[in-house]
């Protein structure tokens, strides 16, 4: 599902430092995942992608019109 958000209101996802880089250099809150969590990139770094279900909740939710 594609909205127009602001990036200050988007998480950018991501397991490589670059991606991390980019999603922060682009405004957003970062989640890192794999190795990215490892290396402590992120703004929240998560074990698990159900992580970020519980961080943003209804995320799991697409709407369908």
């Given at each position: 599902v594609y909205k127009r958000q602001a990036p200050e209101g988007c998480v950018g996802v991501d397991d490589a430092l670059s991606g991390v880089a980019a999603a922060r250099a682009a405004g957003m809150?970062?989640?890192?995942?794999g190795f990215a969590f490892g290396a402590g990139a992120g703004d929240w770094n998560l074990k698990s992608l159900g992580e970020l279900l519980e961080r943003c909740p209804g995320a799991e939710r697409e709407d369908k019109a």
């Open positions: 809150t970062v989640a890192a995942v």
